[in-house]
């Protein structure tokens, strides 16, 4: 009896995030050769190459069962196809040719070496010209996003990465720069995850101390420039969220707008900025009266993708590890989804000290760590502590500060400004810096 030919097994992996003709022409030549499994990127092997995918994996899951050339999905959860490969076993592989050079040029060498294995092969149809997802999103970048799908960015990117990475932003530009900023290694992609309305570069850029002379409305106005021209989440630092009576308008107008995340520390009395060396006359609220507020802010909030976080003060005022313990505990209790617990030491061992007790407790939330003054903390350090995003409170603004000082400076020195011009942006590079 002849013996039937068995059908080939082909794999497909993509990120499929916006479709265009491009993946459809790979996906059919790929079911030209055999029954097609899609190895369906996770958000965080994306997010471990370029920037997270609009959709989510559920959405882009549904899409491509739909497709007629498609007849399995499962997850690739890295950016290597080894494992997915090891455990299907493919006849053949298909991708477009454009990743022989780039970020995945050794994901391709190890796809050659383990097809090898079984004599499975790589086909590389012709890369599609004039698409691809990344100028699509070019495209919809310049369009804008929904304040709602800015706000469910933050949640999606604590669940796809170890470590979220934020930093300041105090105006437009700084967003912008935030917004654009990469670093691209043969190894991986860097790039800031979101911003930090910080409450201290808002009242510098004013000329006004941080003691909440700026106001919610100044300061959200502010913000409202930012949201103009990006698309990353924002973590608004809102001091102590003011009286408890007002807490629900502040909470309602953020989400409004699309901010991700809303940090409420718990001091009262006339706000001082916690790095200040001394805290003599700040007051830490108390736990009852702080809960009511943590309370507040949750039951105003429409979508579970905005987060209130509870920030602990009980370092900056030395109140030691037991005091931010049980704060951490009862504000967990009281609704807070993260914890911020901080710190002006100039090592990070309270801090982890803390991290390590607070993941034992039931009521564990993910942590914020702003390492201002522990600044030769290493990201991995803080992930290997256990937490899950870090903030970058005021560089960029501390960056711009000594360069425009330096800089009007000389001009009085020299009377002129030839001695500068090389030294600072070229007319040509600003006045082209922002596209009509
Ligand atoms: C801010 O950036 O305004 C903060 C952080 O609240 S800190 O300055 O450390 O208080
Ligand atoms: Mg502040």
């Not at 718990?266 to 900025?273: E, V």
């Not at 007790?357 to 990201?379: D, G, M, W």
Request: glycine letters at 4%; one cysteine or more; charged letters at 30%.
């Amino acid at each position: 009896m002849k013996k039937k030919n068995k059908v080939k097994k082909v794999y497909v992996g993509l990120a499929a995030d916006i479709l265009h003709e491009g993946h459809i022409n790979i996906l059919k030549i790929a079911k030209s050769y055999g029954e097609v499994t899609v190895g369906l990127l996770t958000d965080a092997a994306i997010s471990s190459y370029k920037k997270l995918p609009h959709l989510n994996f559920k959405q882009r899951e549904i899409v491509l069962k739909n497709i007629k050339y498609v007849k399995y999905v499962i997850p690739q959860k890295t950016l290597s196809y080894v494992d997915n490969l090891i455990k299907l076993k493919p006849n053949y592989v298909v991708h477009g040719d454009d990743w022989k050079n780039g970020i995945q040029k050794n994901v391709r060498k190890d796809v050659i070496l383990t097809l090898k294995k079984w004599s499975g092969r790589l086909i590389e149809p012709k890369y599609t010209k004039n698409i691809s997802s990344t100028l699509v999103k070019e495209k919809i970048l310049k369009i804008g996003i929904s304040p709602d799908t800015r706000k469910s960015k933050l949640k999606r990117l604590m669940d796809a990465k170890s470590l979220v990475r934020i930093v300041e932003s105090h105006n437009a530009l700084t967003g912008l720069i935030i917004e654009n900023t990469n670093v691209v290694s043969k190894k991986n992609y860097k790039e800031f995850d979101g911003m930090w309305s910080s409450s201290l570069t808002d009242s510098l850029t004013r000329g006004k101390p941080d003691n909440q002379s700026v106001d919610y409305s100044a300061r959200i106005n502010g913000l409202n420039e930012i949201l103009d021209v990006t698309t990353k989440p924002i973590i608004f630092d809102a001091d102590n969220g003011g009286r408890l009576e007002h807490v629900s308008f502040l909470v309602k107008t953020l989400e409004r707008i699309g901010v991700s995340a809303i940090v409420i520390e718990d001091k009262i009395g006339l706000k001082k900025n916690s790095l200040f060396d001394n805290q003599k006359n700040a007051k830490q609220d108390s736990i009852k009266n702080f809960c009511k507020k943590l309370k507040r802010a949750n039951e105003s909030k429409i979508s579970d993708d905005l987060l209130i976080v509870a920030r602990i003060e009980s370092f900056i005022l030395g109140k030691g590890i037991k005091d931010a313990l049980k704060r951490a505990e009862m504000y967990s209790k009281a609704g807070a989804d993260a914890i911020l617990i901080h710190s002006k030491e100039n090592s990070p061992k309270e801090i982890f000290k803390f991290s390590k007790q607070f993941k034992k407790n039931k009521y564990s939330k993910p942590l914020i760590a702003v390492p201002s003054t522990y600044s030769s903390v290493k990201e991995s350090d803080l992930i290997k502590n256990g937490f899950k995003i870090v903030i970058y409170a005021n560089h960029l603004l501390r960056s711009a500060y000594p360069a425009m000082k330096k800089n009007a400076e000389k001009i009085l020195k020299n009377e002129r400004t030839y001695e500068l011009e090389k030294k600072i942006s070229s007319i040509k590079e600003v006045i082209s810096l922002i596209k009509e």
